[in-house]
Nanobody, 121 residues
Framework: QVQLVESGGGSVQAGGSLRLSCTCS?????????MYWYRQLPGKQRDLVAT???????MYANSVKGRFVISRTRPWGTVYLQMNDLKPNDTAVYYC??????????????WGLGTQVTVSS
């Protein structure tokens, strides 16, 4: 039974910082290829924020590059998103996800339920 649980969301003023955490259970951690954060702004589609691969490679959306940092425990277990210099347009529900590769090489994607981040002016 796969479960991803996010925490760390809340309300902050512009320029502040938050650190989101996502703990994954129910998966063989060695078979997780990628973990990532997406966010859904009010009235918008769900967009990529940052990814981290098993090997440690990281990628960021242009809108958060230089402000957000993704990291993880070693081995896989928990992924973090350190968010600095938050702006009002960062307000969104943030979702943690993981891509799992089974023994046949088939990929599956799992998601947490999300955590709300609200940034005020």
């Amino acid at each position: 039974q796969v479960q991803l649980v996010e925490s760390g969301g809340g309300s902050v003023q512009a320029g502040g910082s938050l650190r989101l955490s996502c703990t994954c259970s129910g998966l063989v951690t060695l078979r997780i290829s990628t973990m990532y954060w997406y966010r859904q702004l009010p009235g918008k589609q769900r967009d990529l924020v940052a990814t981290i691969r098993k090997e440690g490679d990281k990628m960021y959306a242009n809108s958060v590059k230089g402000r957000f940092v993704i990291s993880r425990t070693r081995p896989w277990g928990t992924v973090y998103l350190q968010m600095n210099d938050l702006k009002p347009n960062d307000t969104a529900v943030y979702y943690c996800g993981a891509t799992y590769v089974d023994v046949e090489g088939v990929e599956s994607q799992y998601w947490g339920l999300g955590t709300q981040v609200t940034v005020s002016s």
